[in-house]
């Protein structure tokens, strides 16, 4: 046992004592190891130093502790009595007094007493890894201390052969919350302490394997790999598929299949030294900065990406296999290509999987000091010399742990962590080492270090000066492609404009794509509150749901994000040409053929199929087209909207997704609908208190529709508000337009209706109001204009706004109650939800739900639903036709209820279907971190005239 009783450790910006040098990582070998995940005792302390270290000694009695779960964070164990999570984006939780953190410091005592197997070898020495603990720990083992180490989401071994006993050892980890490596990794997510990563006991035969490098690389001009291993241990590597037996550290080149993510052809091997036996599995590529462009075996990459924390709702970053395949799993069939592993390497096993299904990967350092922006980077670490060996260890973790994997193409330095010295010796030691990759950091805006030009949420008016290189910059960094590193801020209800830039990066060499942020809400499961965010646990300081901004929501249920962007990133274009009877194919993989896809067709009248069939296209190459000329439209007598739908599908099964999975489609219209016509035959009769027109009731004093057909009807009036999204609302160091505040200051969610008549005409009943903000001169003056032909019933409303409308409106159509709803049924675009700058993925059709169904569980609840291009919606007994075609929302609550609410919880169903037919929608864009809707996608205040047509569901 140390007598040493100080903490200043955890106050010492060196990464650590007594851990072995860094090595490569690999899963599993001949040599036995012992997994000691599982369940540990544990007491928890409120300071950094409130209990003594006897807990370590050999027969001390830890009877009286509590357990917690190894992999865990001590914060999601315990029902709350072990603390609580705490959320903040880049503020840190504690004072900006670096290196030192608060004495009330949270500190975790972990006890394991394990035996060896009876079958354990007795030769040898053996090595204690921890894959990940948060953020500073110190280890002992029966009474010995081994040292302490930060660097939370690193691998740290020690050799602990000479200290093992057949029975009753004793391993006492002693974990803090804060450290001063906490100022190295104030990265956007929970601050969650623990040790979360696996813990593993290893077998280290005489002679075993120590670090070993495989360079496998690919010459697109031969087609031929070269393999060399080199290892701190000779031995030989056998590739039986490839003929492969040679003694490590020797070349030898053969014909290979590459990898790519399109194609992750991997060849099993093994590295064997006298000791051990470890499996390899080995994929040939290149990677090279080469024409200002990165390319692979050759070829420029397109990144369809997207960042990715580790997260899940119970166990937080503690994550098992099963989670992170599922992860991989969806990516791969929403089309993504490649991931940034944001912002720290994520558990091994993760890359494993992305060598195996196909990931282009920018494996990114545990860093960022992000808080520091707040100084203006005053003491920041990463430009102060003191903490340049920290950076440069978390630096060789990362490298030396990861370097094997081929899907990791990029080392990225961090992230939001200013600039300085620190980097630049970060980037010149990865360079040095492995320079068969390149260096990634968006920070680096003159790419003095990178081999890259990467920004986060660049308008697309900028981006395009980009891709022209008219964007000015050094001469190094105006020679470098680009890609934006984060872009499409997924929070709520979006992200906004995808489509827009995508376009941008396909139209331009030198931009390279781009990884939306992020992967997943991370909503904390919560007995009261569904999902817990910021705040929810009593921060001090937080940052609300800004953490819930994911593609997919905890449960990594896929939100209507990430259904769009794998419409907007779909590797085959799809475009028809109705005159001409043909489909026009693109393949815009950047390897792959289209052999591994089939391709049909089918049309729809009414967006009922009436006909499909297969349709023969050739196995194009990376980006050939080809005319591909369709069958004639089958005949059918009926006169109605006509449309083709083409879809390519998987023609097998895969790794990744079972055959006839969907990877792209394009739909284009062969006849256009006939909008429904009601000529006005029918009158308006008054009577004492009511007017009747066609099968419709009215309140004879307000004109209020009160009744279709007998079914009751809250009377439709118009309506421009919107709960606002996260993206209306946009960010606090925003200084561009925030229209969500915009609306509410001006008073567009308290409108008022002023009755000016009610008239009853020949053939018409007409309805005139002025609807107008409190306190404001601005309004809209509306007129609604019924009529019928004794059996339907149409409502033209005209809009002619009136003062000065200085910003676009929320939405512009009529809300109206229904009772009794819940089957919904409609012919439009779906099946999920649609908003103007993110309707990609809107497919035209017949699609049915409940209203239940129509909804879309954002954590906080907003805007949501709605359904874009409606030509008919049935609910409630009634059937509404639009002319023109609208969007279509229904729920349960209405819309200031839905606004006020702030966890899904908070949501009651009524006895009322509130029923919003929208003639138009504001854009959504990506302004809680990104850029608003584009100026195209506004909806502006000026004169408008819509029309809806109901009668009763026969």
């Given at each position: 046992m140390s007598d040493?009783?100080?903490v200043d450790y955890v106050e010492d910006v060196s990464p650590g004592s007594g851990a072995l040098p860094p090595r490569a990582w690999y899963a599993a070998s001949d040599a036995r190891s012992m997994s000691l995940n599982g369940s540990w005792r544990f007491r928890l302390s409120a300071t950094i130093d409130a209990e003594d270290d006897s807990f370590a000694e050999e027969g001390y009695d830890a009877g009286n502790w509590a357990e917690v779960t190894v992999p865990g964070h001590w914060v999601l164990q315990g029902d709350g009595?072990?603390?609580?999570?705490?959320?903040?984006?880049?503020?840190?939780p504690f004072p900006v007094d670096p290196p030192h953190v608060p004495t009330e410091n949270p500190t975790g005592d972990h006890l394991r007493v394990f035996d060896l197997p009876d079958d354990w070898p007795a030769d040898g020495s053996a090595v204690l890894r921890f894959d990940g603990v948060e953020s500073c720990a110190r280890v002992w083992l029966n009474g010995t201390e081994l040292g302490e180490f930060k660097g939370s989401r690193l691998p740290h071994e020690f050799a602990v052969g000479h200290l093992l006993k057949p029975g009753g050892n004793v391993l006492a980890v002693r974990v803090h919350q804060w450290s001063a490596g906490s100022y190295l990794e104030d990265q956007d997510q929970w601050w969650l302490p623990g040790i979360f990563r696996d813990v593993t006991l290893l077998h280290r035969p005489a002679g075993s394997v120590g670090d070993f490098?495989?360079?496998a690389s690919y010459d697109h001009t031969t087609g031929e790999g070269t393999l060399r291993v080199d290892s701190d241990v000779d031995?030989?590597?056998t590739v039986p598929a490839l003929g492969i037996d040679v003694a490590t550290g020797e070349p030898v080149t053969v014909a290979v299949e590459p990898w790519t993510a399109e194609t992750p052809k991997?060849?099993?091997?093994v590295l064997a030294t006298a000791g051990e036996r470890v499996p390899l599995r080995i994929g040939f590529r290149t990677v090279v900065l080469e024409d200002g462009l990165i390319k692979v075996n050759g070829r420029a990459v397109l990144f369809r990406g997207v960042n990715r924390h580790e997260w899940h709702p119970e166990k937080g970053r503690a994550l098992d296999l099963e989670t992170m395949r599922e992860d991989v799993l969806l990516m791969k069939r929403h089309n993504l290509n490649a991931v940034r592993t944001s912002h720290y390497p994520?558990?091994?096993?993760?890359?494993?999987?992305?060598?195996?299904?196909?990931?282009?990967?920018?494996?990114?350092c545990d860093l960022e000091t992000h808080g520091f922006v707040e100084q203006d980077w005053r003491d920041n670490p990463v430009d102060d010399d003191r903490w340049t060996p920290a950076l440069l260890d978390r630096a060789a973790r990362m490298v030396e742990r990861d370097k094997n994997h081929p899907s990791v193409?990029?080392?990225?330095?961090?992230n939001e962590a200013g600039t300085g010295r620190g980097l630049t010796a970060m980037a010149e030691w990865i360079h040095e080492r492995d320079p068969e990759r390149l260096v990634h950091y968006e920070g680096d805006w003159n790419c003095r270090d990178t081999d890259v030009y990467s920004r986060m949420y660049a308008f697309h008016d900028e981006v395009d000066k980009i891709g022209q290189r008219l964007d000015g910059g050094t001469h190094k960094r105006r020679e470098l492609p680009f890609i934006q590193c984060e872009y499409g801020h997924a929070m709520g209800n979006g992200p906004g404009g995808l489509a827009d830039y995508q376009e941008l990066f396909e139209k331009y060499e030198r931009l390279q794509g781009g990884f939306i942020w992020e992967w997943i809400d991370h909503g904390v499961e919560h007995a009261e509150l569904g999902y817990a965010y910021g705040g929810d646990f009593g921060e001090e300081l937080h940052d609300g749901n800004f953490v819930c901004d994911g593609l997919v929501f905890p449960d990594r249920t896929p939100s209507p994000g990430l259904i769009e962007y794998k419409k907007v990133i779909e590797p085959v274009r799809i475009e028809g040409d109705a005159a001409g009877g043909t489909v026009r194919i693109t393949n815009k993989h950047d390897f792959a053929d289209l052999s591994a896809l089939a391709f049909e067709w089918s049309c729809q009248v009414d967006g009922e199929t009436v006909e499909s069939g297969a349709l023969a296209v050739p196995a194009l190459a990376p980006g050939e087209s080809a005319e591909v000329k369709l069958p004639e439209p089958p005949a059918d007598g009926r006169g109605g909207e006509r449309q083709w739908t083409v879809r390519a599908l998987l023609a097998d099964d895969t790794a990744w997704a079972a055959k006839d999975h969907v990877v792209a489609w394009g739909q284009f219209a062969v006849a256009a609908r006939p909008l429904p016509v009601v000529p006005a035959t029918d009158r308006p009769v008054r009577g004492e208190d009511r007017i009747t027109l066609g099968p419709a009731e009215f309140d004879a004093r307000t004109g209020a529709l009160r009744s279709i057909g007998g079914i009751e009807v809250g009377s439709p009036r118009l309506d421009v508000w919107r709960a606002p999204t996260d993206n209306d609302d946009g960010a606090e160091w925003q200084t561009d337009t925030r229209y969500g505040l915009l609306w509410r200051t001006l008073g567009l969610h308290r409108m008022r209706h002023r009755?000016?008549?009610?008239?009853?005409?020949?053939?018409?009943?007409?309805?005139?109001?002025?609807?107008?903000?409190a306190a404001r001169e601005v309004g809209l003056d509306t007129v609604y204009r019924w009529t019928s032909d004794g059996e339907r019933l149409r409502l033209t409303v005209s809009v002619t706004p009136e003062g000065d409308w200085s910003v676009p409106l929320p939405r512009l159509g009529v809300r109206l109650g229904l009772s009794r709803a819940d089957r919904v049924e409609w012919f439009g675009g779906g099946p999920g939800e649609a908003y103007p700058d993110t309707r990609t993925a809107s497919m035209v059709g017949r699609w049915q739900s409940t209203v239940d169904g129509l909804q879309t569980p954002y954590l906080r609840p907003q805007e949501n639903g709605a359904r874009a291009d409606v030509r008919w919606v049935e609910l409630g007994g009634l059937r509404i036709e639009g002319d023109p075609e609208f969007w279509f929302t229904a729920r349960r609550w209405t819309t200031e209820q839905l606004d006020a609410a702030r966890h899904r919880t908070d949501l009651t169903p009524g006895d009322t279907v509130w029923v919003n037919l929208d003639h138009g929608q504001h854009g959504i864009g990506s302004q809680s971190c990104g850029p608003g809707p584009l100026p195209r996608y506004f909806l502006k205040a000026e004169p408008a005239e819509f029309s809806f047509v109901f009668s009763a569901v026969k």
């Open positions: 040493r009783t100080t009595a072990f603390g609580s999570p705490i959320y903040t984006n880049h503020l840190y490098f495989v360079h031995g030989r590597v991997l060849y099993d091997g994520p558990h091994p096993a993760f890359l494993d999987l992305c060598d195996e299904y196909g990931l282009w990967v920018i494996d990114e193409v990029f080392w990225s330095l961090g009755l000016a008549s009610v008239e009853a005409g020949e053939d018409a009943l007409t309805v005139r109001t002025r609807v107008a903000p």
